[in-house]
């Protein structure tokens, strides 16, 4: 699924006051290729990714995903786009505290319509991938920083999405742990574009992905 900015502009409102992040940004990147979002700290990066899955829309210009311009949706729709083709991995994971590692990644697939059965299944193997076989009924508040991490790499995986959006995806990891990380996301990636933010160039370089950098509200590609 290829991605087009369009002279995109965006600003946060609040309390009247706007705060401009994107200053009329284009760039595109191509369907089934990989590439990392680099830039300081408060740039705009996870702005991008939001604006990507259609979580946030441009004030101004189009944001162009599988050649659907993700403003013409209904809200809806862009809910099912995300469901049905987008996995996220969030910066601050974002994982349901009352579930288990285990039911935090097969409810991903659940929603998306599978069997409780086959989710399961798969939440398991997914699990097993990222290193987690022996968490699985570990509620989040009982995992650390770095397993959560995991466990939401897993979700996010679950239902083999064309479009995989990751946010700092190992900014919590050992370089043992985050090694295994890349290598399952070049390998998944192989026929999916992936979208990675990081701070750390080795991530970018490992996964040879081609770098989008975000400077002062303009990308450069
Ligand atoms: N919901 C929001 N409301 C208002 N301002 C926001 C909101 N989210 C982010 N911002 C501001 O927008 C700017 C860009 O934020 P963003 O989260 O995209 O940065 P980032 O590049 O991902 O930073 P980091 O590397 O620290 O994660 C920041 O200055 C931030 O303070
Ligand atoms: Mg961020």
Redesign the pocket.
Known sequence: MNIEFRNVSFA???KKRS?P?LDSVTFEVEAATRAA?V????????????LISGVLLPQAGQVVVGGTDLALLTQPERAQFRREHVGYVF?DFRLFEHLPALDNVSIAAQIAGVGQKVATAKARNLLERVGLGRRMEHLPSELSGGEKQRVSIARALINEPVLILA??PTGALDAEVRDDILNLLAQVSAESTLVV?T?DPYVAEHLSARIIR?VDGTVLA
């Open positions: 946060y409102s609040k705060l992040v979002i830039g300081k700290s408060g740039s705009g990066k996870s702005t991008v990714l939001d910066q946010d700092e933010v701070h975000c």
